[in-house]
Structures are given as structure tokens and as C-alpha cells.
């Protein structure tokens, strides 16, 4: 079993940065691949990134690629995802997942409550 929570989200202005960290508990978080999928209001929860259970290799959506790094610490139990070059469109809630390495969302077993990111204009 795997508890996550997210931590970081708030308000930025366009262009600025922010980032976002999900602290897991439980001795069995490096053996998961972990990813970041965001969701806005009426819209699908989409795949933003992830990161594999070794940090070796990451994947991220067409639209964050660039601006978004995830990056993981598994001796703290914790990954980060920094933004940057922040837009309005990225404004979501910001949910962080554990599970098998990918873009599926149905492939993470795990989930966070999630914290919201606003982007203001």
C-alpha cells in the first residue's frame, strides 16, 4: 500500500514557476514508476508526466515538454515536478499517481487528493 500526498500547488502569474512534490509512505515506493496528471474543470484527467521507478527515464505530454522536469528522490520517498514557462492553460488540479511506467492513467494504482494550481493572467 502506498499513501500519496501533494504538496506545493497555489496561485502564479503566467511565466512564472512553480513546483509541485508528492511525499509517499510505505517501503515499496521506489518500486514504482510515479506520474503527474492534471484535471480542469469539465475536462478528463490528462497525463502530464512520469518518471520511472529508477529515475533513469521520464516521458511527458507534447504540451509541457520543455517547460515541465519531474524528477524523483526514492531515499525521501518523494517526487518533485517543476514548472515552468507557466501558461493559463496549465492551471488544473494536480494529481500525483503510482504505479506501472506510462501515459495510461489506468496503469497507476495509487493516487493523491491533488492540489490545485492557478495560473492568472
Known amino acids: 500500500q502506498v499513501q500519496l500526498v501533494e504538496s506545493g500547488g497555489g496561485l502564479v502569474q503566467a511565466g512564472g514557476s512553480l513546483r509541485v512534490s508528492c511525499a509517499a509512505s510505505?517501503?515499496?515506493?521506489?518500486?514504482?514508476?510515479m506520474g503527474w496528471f492534471r484535471q480542469a474543470p469539465g475536462k478528463e484527467r490528462d497525463f502530464v508526466a512520469a518518471i520511472h521507478w529508477n529515475g533513469l527515464a521520464t516521458i511527458y505530454a507534447d504540451s509541457v515538454k520543455g517547460r515541465f522536469t519531474l524528477s524523483r528522490d526514492n531515499a525521501k520517498n518523494t517526487v518533485y515536478l517543476q514548472m515552468n514557462s507557466l501558461k493559463l492553460e496549465d492551471s488544473a488540479v494536480y494529481y500525483c499517481?503510482?504505479?506501472?511506467?506510462?501515459?495510461?492513467?489506468?496503469?497507476?494504482?495509487?493516487w493523491g487528493q491533488g492540489t490545485q494550481v492557478t495560473v492568472s493572467s
Open positions: 499517481a503510482a504505479g506501472d511506467y506510462g501515459r495510461i492513467r489506468s496503469a497507476y494504482h495509487y
Open positions: 510505505g517501503r515499496t515506493f521506489s518500486r514504482y514508476a
